[in-house]
């Protein structure tokens, strides 16, 4: 069974800190996806990584897929109150016919 | 944009109710999905659905069920309500099935709670 640990699994920050949260499983994945979702609302896509070291850039966050496709992780630089919400990674599941495995994700509060 | 519209965004229902969650999705995806999202669990998939009248389970089915008669709308059915399933239900649309890219477009989720 493919698992993804997300961590950590609670940040609490000041405006302006940044800040990095890990992805990580023993199995290959073909791409992941990072979806954040604010309160209320469902997850938003963020962007998807499939090459093995890609690194992909939205603005103040950064996104890194591990060499081996097994681990991926999001910086942020210079957090705001805006970025608050919960972060959830999600790797496609190969035994499957494309369903999303998810991580249990890392609920950030960015304080002002 | 894609719009994936849930029937409710609240929901109080009663033990052995059957209760009916309504999915339509407006960008003529193949592929749709019924998670349920509970705290330090994450999202779980309980029924997803490749295309009309088909059907497959997810990773917990049990006292759920599905129907999909139009490729727009995938509703998800409790048989008989319990107390343990009140909780967050996402509802997902994507494109066709072998496209492992493609991401998944959510609702804004319904609150179900049962008493």
């Known amino acids: 069974t493919q698992l993804l640990e997300q961590s950590p699994q609670f940040l609490s920050i000041q405006e302006g800190e940044n800040l990095t949260v890990y992805c990580n499983s023993s199995s290959v994945f073909s791409s992941l996806q990072w979806y954040r979702q604010e309160p209320g609302e469902g997850p938003v896509l963020l962007v998807t990584?499939?090459?093995?070291?890609e690194v992909k850039k939205l603005k103040r966050l950064t996104f890194q897929f591990g060499d081996a496709r097994k681990d991926s992780s999001l910086h942020i630089t210079a957090a705001q109150p805006g970025d608050t919400g919960l972060y959830l990674c999600a790797g496609v599941d190969g035994g499957s016919q494309g369903n999303l495995i998810f991580g249990k994700g890392t609920k950030l509060s960015v304080k002002p | 944009d894609v719009k994936v519209t849930q029937s409710s965004r609240y929901l109080v229902k009663r033990t052995g109710e059957k209760v009916f969650l309504e999915c339509v999705q407006d960008m003529d995806h193949e592929n749709m999905f019924w998670y349920r999202q509970d705290p330090g669990l994450g999202l779980r998939l309980i029924y997803f659905?490749?295309?009309?009248?088909?059907?497959e389970k997810g990773d917990i089915p049990e006292g759920y069920s599905v129907s999909r008669e139009k490729k727009e709308r995938f509703s998800l059915i409790l048989e008989s309500a319990s107390t343990n399933q009140t909780s967050m239900y996402l509802c997902?649309?994507?494109?066709?099935?072998?496209?492992?890219?493609?991401?998944?477009?959510f609702g804004d989720g319904t609150r179900l709670s049962i008493l």
């Open positions: 997902a649309s994507s494109f066709e099935a072998g496209v492992s890219e493609q991401p998944q477009h």
């Open positions: 990584v499939v090459t093995g070291g």
């Open positions: 659905s490749y295309d009309v009248k088909m059907k």
